[in-house]
């Protein structure tokens, strides 16, 4: 998994000053904040409905391995194979190995987390394979060589003007000259080239939002249909997944399709809910031939038993991300990983290694307000302050901050140094205010004034000026 | 409504570094409802850090020695009462995480915990009731996130302004940070500028001429950025507004110094 959160300051300070962005970023609000409060909102029992979604995630993840072998068996009764990837190498690998034993030469994929997490894509096309994308938004990205900047709404960092840009240079190879300008043209003249593609496609590759043990069922939410045209048109039909997107049963799948599109867009249910169980059967008038399930661990069974196992409980609604206050600012290309915001910022270290993603963690304010929101009730500030803490035992923390932090503790601890400490920095920044504001600061301090003034104290100390009037 | 000071007890105010070192006159302003509440004020001596700074560093090692100390140092009060949300959820919600069971701190950390307020759930607890003044200009009222969302801190300090005379406005966002967040201030400046920013255009939007919040860490943040922009919307702890202490002369008699 490739990650490149080194630069997440110096693009985020970028991305803060891109009116291009800072537009489409405010999308955000509107379009899923105040949608999944109004969603919340109508539906009586929400919040019970969350306890019980974190029960079902809680004890799936506690039997994991049982309910993946129940999985595996129904699918294989169906007909159907599973086949298990220890890691993106292994995933990859297997992917191309049923599209060459199929002798693909194109597959469309529906939009699928894992599939960018594994980077599917450049071992498809190194195979002499095309790939698809058919979710809108992913076909944008696909056509702009970019990454999705959020788990649900991979293009929400793009203007209609950039798409018909987009458009206007890729589409003429397909006959469309004329650059469009209305939301619908868009989408109509997409969906006409992708109409194309979908039945010239050998393979499907679809992701999957939950797997039923209990059928043998992958099960996908979209709202463009085109998860049911990737899966049930081509011959072969392979599910790429997570190993924790297991449920036990159905119902226990009804109480999270039930949160999912709430917590997401605020939907109350998505235009298409698609159960794929296994290979077409003999009375079936269409559907694949072969269906396949590649089950990726890739560093999830590592959480298991560690304080990161609840990460694993994540349905990804992505509401997280658009509680973010610190997401809604910068966008997703600035964490430099597939998963951003607060469940990327656990995540992510948890995949590819904490020493690859050291600001994700950090670039919290620790609001709790993903928390608040998280369906499954994912405590994700809790596990940020883990991976700071696993950060600052292996001495990955910046130098100047374990400094401070060191030099800070040891005043706490000598109370008469403290008072001390702190009324020289009173006097010192008295000192520096004019009319009781000082505008500029040095050091860590810099960082501070760069945008905003500070207001001087008023006085010496409260200990101080307490001990002078009450004795103490 | 005032007590005779000592008809309920006593309190230990923890005053909370950045009340400590920047704005006094907020303890002050906490000491004077606690008394007018009818408690007896005690600022136990040696108090520091609470420690949240390392704890959110991930200087664990360092946070349970900080917490300890606290720990003894609250150790014979009945009631712990403080001025911030922020620094009231790191001793009530917080402490009782970094001790294991075997611990012999463990209990203590618990037992603190469930003596521990932030200073308006206390006063509203107490059934306190500000006195009211007729004609108070309207305030906004800006929710600290960790005294919102660790400690439901939502209702009681609205309610004892409204009781006050103060009509509350609400901003367009409330459950939106202000983008101070302890250390990430300092560790990413200009995120935390953007958000001070949309939050000081939110306190704008909303007409009043004073913002009152509960948490100093907010104050300065909020204050800052308003000031930079050359906004003339003044910024208080939501004690000072309610002990009556509306302006900075109160305090000003150390100035001196400056």
């Given at each position: 998994?490739?990650?490149?959160?080194?630069?997440?300051?110096?693009?985020?300070?970028a991305?803060?000053?891109?009116?291009?962005?800072?537009?489409?970023?405010k999308h955000i609000?509107?379009?899923?904040?105040?949608?999944?409060?109004?969603?919340?909102?109508?539906?009586?029992?929400?919040?019970?409905?969350?306890?019980r979604?974190?029960?079902?995630?809680?004890?799936?993840?506690?039997?994991?391995?049982?309910?993946l072998?129940?999985f595996?068996?129904?699918?294989?009764?169906?007909?159907?194979?599973?086949?298990?990837?220890?890691?993106?190498?292994?995933?990859r690998?297997?992917?191309?190995?049923?599209?060459?034993?199929k002798?693909?030469?194109?597959?469309t994929?529906?939009?699928?987390?894992?599939?960018e997490?594994?980077?599917?894509?450049?071992?498809?096309?190194?195979?002499?394979?095309?790939?698809?994308?058919?979710?809108?938004g992913?076909?944008?990205?696909?056509?702009r060589?970019?990454?999705?900047?959020?788990?649900?709404?991979?293009?929400?960092?793009?203007?209609?003007?950039q798409?018909?840009?987009t458009?206007?240079?890729?589409?003429?190879?397909?006959?469309?000259?004329?650059?469009?300008?209305e939301?619908?043209?868009?989408?109509?003249?997409?969906?006409?080239?992708?109409?194309?593609?979908?039945?010239?496609a050998?393979?499907?590759?679809t992701?999957?939002?939950?797997?039923?043990a209990?059928?043998?069922?992958?099960?996908?939410?979209?709202?463009e249909?085109?998860?049911?045209l990737?899966?049930s048109?081509?011959?072969?039909?392979?599910?790429?997944?997570?190993?924790?997107k297991?449920?036990?049963?159905?119902?226990?799948?009804?109480?999270?399709?039930?949160?999912?599109?709430?917590?997401?867009?605020?939907?109350?249910?998505?235009?298409?809910v698609?159960?794929?169980?296994?290979?077409?059967?003999?009375?079936?008038?269409?559907?694949?031939?072969?269906?396949?399930?590649?089950?990726?661990?890739?560093?999830?069974?590592?959480?298991l038993?560690?304080?990161?196992?609840?990460?694993?409980?994540?349905?990804?609604?992505?509401?997280?991300l658009?509680?973010?206050?610190?997401y809604?600012?910068?966008?997703?290309?600035?964490?430099?990983?597939?998963?951003?915001?607060?469940?990327?910022?656990?995540?992510?270290?948890?995949?590819?290694?904490?020493?690859?993603?050291?600001?994700?963690?950090n670039?919290s304010?620790?609001?709790?307000?993903c928390?608040?929101?998280?369906?499954?009730?994912?405590?994700?500030?809790?596990?940020?302050?883990h991976?700071?803490?696993?950060?600052?035992?292996?001495?990955?923390?910046?130098?100047?901050?374990?400094?401070?932090?060191?030099?800070?503790?040891?005043?706490?601890?000598?109370?008469?140094l403290?008072?001390?400490a702190l009324?020289?920095?009173?006097?010192?920044?008295?000192?520096?205010?004019?009319?009781?504001?000082?505008?500029?600061l040095?050091?860590?301090?810099?960082?501070?004034?760069?945008?905003?003034?500070?207001?001087?104290?008023?006085?010496?100390?409260?200990?101080?000026?307490w001990?002078?009037?009450?004795?103490? | 409504?005032?007590a005779?000071?000592?008809?309920?007890?006593?309190?230990?105010l923890?005053v909370?570094?950045?009340?400590d070192?920047?704005?006094?006159?907020?303890?002050?302003a906490?000491?004077?409802?606690?008394?007018?509440?009818?408690?007896?004020?005690?600022?136990?001596?040696?108090?520091?850090?609470?420690?949240?700074?390392?704890?959110?560093?991930?200087?664990?090692?360092?946070?349970?020695?900080?917490?300890?100390?606290?720990i003894?140092?609250?150790?014979?009060?009945?009631?712990?009462?403080?001025?911030?949300g922020?620094?009231?959820?790191?001793?009530a919600?917080?402490?009782?995480?970094?001790?294991?069971?075997?611990?012999a701190?463990?209990?203590k950390?618990?037992?603190?915990?469930?003596?521990t307020?932030e200073?308006?759930?206390?006063?509203?607890?107490?059934?306190?009731?500000?006195?009211?003044?007729?004609?108070?200009?309207?305030?906004?009222?800006?929710?600290?996130?960790?005294?919102?969302?660790?400690?439901?801190?939502?209702?009681?300090?609205?309610?004892?302004?409204?009781?006050?005379?103060?009509?509350?406005?609400?901003?367009?966002?409330?459950?939106?940070?202000?983008?101070?967040?302890?250390?990430?201030?300092?560790?990413y400046?200009?995120?935390?500028?953007?958000?001070?920013?949309n939050?000081?255009?939110?306190?704008?939007?909303?007409g009043?001429?004073?913002?009152?919040?509960?948490?100093?860490?907010?104050?300065?943040?909020?204050?800052?950025?308003?000031?930079?922009?050359?906004?003339?919307?003044?910024?208080?702890?939501?004690?000072?507004?309610?002990?009556?202490?509306?302006?900075?002369?109160?305090?000003?008699?150390?100035?001196?110094?400056?």
């Amino acid at each position: 998994m490739q990650v490149e959160s080194g630069a997440f300051v110096e693009k985020a300070r970028a991305a803060l000053t891109d009116a291009t962005l800072q537009h489409a970023l405010k999308h955000i609000k509107h379009g899923f904040v105040e949608a999944r409060a109004g969603a919340a909102a109508r539906l009586p029992g929400f919040e019970a409905m969350r306890d019980r979604a974190r029960d079902i995630r809680a004890h799936t993840l506690a039997h994991l391995a049982e309910h993946l072998e129940r999985f595996e068996a129904n699918v294989t009764a169906l007909g159907g194979h599973v086949h298990w990837a220890a890691d993106a190498e292994e995933a990859r690998a297997i992917v191309v190995r049923l599209c060459r034993e199929k002798g693909a030469r194109t597959v469309t994929k529906s939009k699928s987390m894992v599939t960018e997490e594994i980077e599917l894509n450049p071992a498809l096309e190194a195979a002499g394979i095309a790939p698809v994308e058919t979710d809108l938004g992913e076909y944008i990205i696909q056509l702009r060589h970019e990454k999705p900047s959020h788990i649900i709404a991979p293009v929400i960092h793009l203007s209609k003007d950039q798409v018909a840009d987009t458009f206007h240079a890729e589409h003429p190879k397909y006959g469309f000259t004329e650059r469009l300008t209305e939301r619908p043209a868009l989408v109509r003249e997409a969906r006409a080239i992708l109409r194309e593609r979908f039945l010239k496609a050998d393979v499907g590759i679809t992701g999957a939002n939950f797997l039923v043990a209990e059928t043998g069922s992958a099960v996908v939410v979209t709202n463009e249909g085109n998860a049911d045209l990737t899966a049930s048109l081509p011959d072969t039909h392979i599910v790429v997944t997570g190993i924790e997107k297991v449920v036990p049963t159905l119902a226990d799948c009804h109480t999270l399709l039930r949160l999912l599109p709430r917590s997401a867009t605020g939907q109350d249910i998505t235009a298409y809910v698609s159960f794929f169980t296994g290979p077409k059967r003999a009375a079936d008038l269409s559907g694949p031939s072969s269906f396949h399930v590649v089950l990726v661990d890739n560093g999830r069974s590592s959480m298991l038993g560690t304080e990161f196992e609840e990460m694993l409980r994540c349905i990804r609604c992505g509401a997280c991300l658009n509680h973010c206050p610190v997401y809604a600012n910068v966008g997703g290309h600035a964490y430099g990983s597939v998963y951003p915001g607060p469940m990327g910022a656990v995540l992510t270290p948890s995949l590819a290694g904490i020493d690859k993603a050291g600001h994700l963690p950090n670039a919290s304010s620790f609001c709790g307000r993903c928390e608040a929101v998280c369906p499954v009730r994912i405590p994700l500030p809790k596990m940020m302050r883990h991976w700071r803490e696993r950060e600052f035992e292996r001495h990955l923390s910046p130098a100047p901050m374990r400094w401070g932090l060191g030099l800070w503790a040891a005043l706490a601890a000598r109370p008469a140094l403290y008072r001390l400490a702190l009324g020289l920095a009173s006097r010192l920044l008295r000192g520096r205010a004019t009319k009781g504001w000082i505008g500029r600061l040095p050091l860590a301090g810099a960082g501070w004034t760069g945008g905003r003034d500070l207001r001087a104290p008023s006085g010496g100390t409260f200990q101080q000026q307490w001990r002078r009037r009450r004795g103490g | 409504m005032s007590a005779s000071p000592e008809s309920h007890g006593t309190i230990a105010l923890f005053v909370t570094c950045l009340v400590d070192l920047m704005r006094p006159e907020v303890g002050f302003a906490a000491a004077a409802l606690a008394e007018r509440a009818g408690f007896r004020v005690v600022v136990p001596e040696g108090q520091t850090c609470c420690g949240q700074p390392n704890f959110n560093g991930g200087d664990r090692a360092a946070a349970r020695r900080m917490a300890a100390r606290v720990i003894r140092l609250l150790e014979p009060f009945e009631r712990v009462v403080v001025p911030s949300g922020s620094c009231a959820a790191m001793i009530a919600v917080h402490y009782p995480s970094l001790f294991d069971d075997a611990d012999a701190l463990a209990g203590k950390a618990r037992a603190l915990a469930v003596r521990t307020r932030e200073l308006t759930a206390f006063l509203a607890e107490a059934g306190f009731a500000p006195e009211a003044r007729a004609g108070a200009a309207p305030v906004a009222y800006h929710d600290a996130c960790s005294g919102l969302r660790e400690l439901g801190v939502r209702a009681q300090p609205r309610a004892l302004l409204r009781q006050a005379g103060v009509d509350v406005v609400e901003l367009a966002e409330p459950e939106v940070c202000c983008g101070f967040g302890g250390t990430f201030c300092v560790k990413y400046p200009d995120i935390s500028a953007r958000m001070a920013a949309n939050k000081a255009a939110d306190i704008e939007a909303a007409g009043a001429a004073t913002v009152a919040m509960g948490d100093v860490g907010c104050m300065l943040n909020i204050e800052g950025r308003l000031h930079r922009q050359g906004s003339a919307v003044r910024v208080r702890h939501v004690a000072e507004i309610l002990a009556g202490h509306l302006s900075d002369e109160d305090f000003a008699e150390d100035d001196s110094a400056g």
